[in-house]
């Protein structure tokens, strides 16, 4: 009997240390070991989060200084174009006017009857004979006076003289080729549009012109 008890006791103590430790063991399988795995990943998301952070910024950094070298080499670039259009288009327009000088200074040529030719001699001058047709005349209208030294005086400025007239385009035949040619005679005002207003350039004999 007493052997009995002492088992019974032994068993009741084996039990309760095994119920103790199961517990100790319960509790350190859910307290301490689950949570170390959740730290590490959370930790492990830090540092990946973190680094693509860091790289994405990299990135947009490099971006901006490439933007920024190509801005610095693109305003050089364009102000040396620039310079040489400008530079190219002074010298055609200085070869312009002295061709235009050569033409119209240089001594003037007979009026040639082939029409292909004339296309040649665009601002060259010509000499004819006949007499003018002041029956003939016309006008074209409205037309304000061409005067370079009051243009350069008045450059800039927003008034005007409002002063009007015409060019006054007469026939002229030439006697010596059989033909009538139109010649532009150059501006009148408007109260010298009549001829009987200007009776000194209603030349009727046959003269030279050029």
Known sequence: MASLKSALLYSNRVLTTLKNQTHVIYIKRTLLLPRLPLFKRAEGRLITFGRQSSSTVAKAQRGEDSLLKWLLLLIPATTFGLGTWQMKRRQWKMQLIAELNRLTTAEPIPLPLDPHE??????????????????????ILPRSPVDPEKEAREAGTLSSSGETGAYVVTPFYCTDLGITILVNRGYVPKRKIRPESRMKGQVRASHDFT
């Open 118 to 139: 004339l296309q040649s001699l665009e601002y060259r001058r010509v000499k004819v004979r006949g007499q003018f047709d002041h029956s003939q005349e016309l006008y």
